[in-house]
């Protein structure tokens, strides 16, 4: 069986879907791994690391995915020099990468009608079994760090308190909205970094998380269930945004930064900051919008770009993990060989058990069809719209 890993053409995306050291581990058990010639060259994991670790370097593209029976990548296939990296595979191929399934089911139909075995990653159950596959966690907590280390290098405060010569420095102060993964990940890294931290989320259960790294959980009581069956946030009723919205209004005019995370799967991210609460902020203030991509948390979030709206600095931040990819792709590449090892069985085959939850939920497509229910109507939704 040939894996290969693909060299990532995606605009600022600097990981890659397998370190040399889980290629080594996948050699050991008997698979043999192709890496596409600079694949790790952007994470500085050289061709030598990988072919030192037992994989084969092809130079040649068409090679790679034309031969590979499973390969392995990190953002969603795309066009490359004239042609889409989907036709490139071979029929009944496996892909397994970020596909973006909800967000861009038509790619899921072109893989299912080229007979291709998508898993995606981001559908990997956020189960105890599946932990160790879980991307999006391993994905969102390098982002928590980043935001909250861009969010200081942006700031023109300090965030410790400094007792100096020169007189005291107050410790900045930072609001955290969404305390998931991400949001966390922000709190404790802003600790660390000597701020006082407060954070928000619709989802009560999480205070006791946000109050053990050290910070404090502003409490607003809603007259409804904000938590899904799947455990995620729901989408809540225009009276209980309205009152989250008074609240984070009152914690947003005195914090130094704010670091918005907060999302609801499968929907454009809430709208949690208005103008308005930003007009209301000292100037050098800033926000780090890590939903910047799914339309934002923040009025003003501009994706991709920085700017400056009555001074103060609003962060547009997309695609944070890629801006640390060693560490990003070492995680990455520990979810991607636990999920080829729980696949692969002893005699070196692949198996997908339609069965077991994980392989029901992170297959999108097999066999000419899309597999997963909410990909399908995502699918039909946009026929409706077209
Ligand atoms: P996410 O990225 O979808 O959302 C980030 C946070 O935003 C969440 O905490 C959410 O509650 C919050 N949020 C949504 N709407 C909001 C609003 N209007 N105001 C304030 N906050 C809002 O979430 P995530 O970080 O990917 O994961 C969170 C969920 O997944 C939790 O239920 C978590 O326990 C679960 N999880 C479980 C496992 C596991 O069991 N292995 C692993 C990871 C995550």
């Given at each position: 069986m040939k894996l290969a890993v693909a060299k990532e053409i995606e605009m600022g995306e600097n990981r890659v879907a397998l370190i040399p050291d889980t290629v080594a581990r996948l050699v050991k058990q008997g698979i043999e791994v192709w890496v596409e010639a600079g694949a790790g060259e952007r994470s500085f994991f050289a061709d030598e690391a990988y072919a030192a670790a037992g994989a084969k370097i092809i130079s040649d593209p068409n090679t790679l995915w034309g031969e590979a029976d499973i390969l392995a990548k990190v953002s969603p296939p795309q066009e490359r020099e004239g042609k889409h990296e989907v036709d490139m595979l071979r029929e009944g191929a496996v892909l397994i990468g970020f596909t973006n399934p909800l967000g861009n089911p038509s790619l899921a139909q072109k893989l299912a009608q080229r007979r291709i075995t998508t898993l995606s990653m981001?559908?990997?159950?956020?189960t105890t079994r599946a932990q160790s596959m879980d991307a999006l966690s391993s994905q969102a907590s390098v982002a928590g760090y980043q935001a909250a280390l861009i969010a200081a290098a942006a700031?023109?405060?300090?965030f410790p308190m400094l007792t100096t010569a020169a007189g005291t420095i107050a410790p900045a102060k930072v609001f955290i909205i969404g305390a998931g993964v991400a949001g966390l990940q922000a709190i404790a890294t802003a600790r660390r970094l000597g701020a006082v931290v407060e954070a928000f989320d619709i989802?009560?259960?999480v205070k006791e998380e946000v109050q053990s790294l050290g910070a404090k959980f502003v409490e607003v009581k809603l007259d409804?269930?904000?938590?899904?069956d799947n455990g995620y946030a729901k989408e809540i009723s225009e009276v209980s945004k309205q009152k989250t919205q008074e609240t984070i209004a009152e914690h947003v005019k005195i914090s130094d930064v704010v670091i918005t995370t907060a999302q609801v799967p499968?929907?454009?991210?809430?709208?949690?900051?208005?103008e308005e609460m930003v007009a209301q902020m000292k100037p050098g203030s800033v926000i780090v919008d890590i939903a910047a991509e799914q339309g934002?948390?923040?009025?003003?979030t501009q994706p991709g770009r920085d700017i400056r709206y009555n001074g103060v600095t609003i962060i547009g931040t997309t695609n944070l993990p890629s801006s640390t990819p060693i560490h990003s792709s070492q995680m990455y590449a520990k979810n991607i060989l636990t999920l080829l090892q729980y696949l692969i069985n002893k005699e070196g085959e692949f198996n997908l058990n339609f069965e077991d939850d994980i392989v029901k939920n992170t297959c999108v497509t097999h066999a000419g069809e899309i597999r997963n229910q909410k990909v399908q109507e995502a699918l039909d939704q946009l026929r409706v719209n077209a």
């Open positions: 981001e559908l990997i159950p956020r700031s023109p405060k300090f989802r009560p259960a409804e269930e904000t938590v899904a499968g929907r454009k991210a809430p709208l949690l900051v208005t934002g948390n923040c009025a003003c």
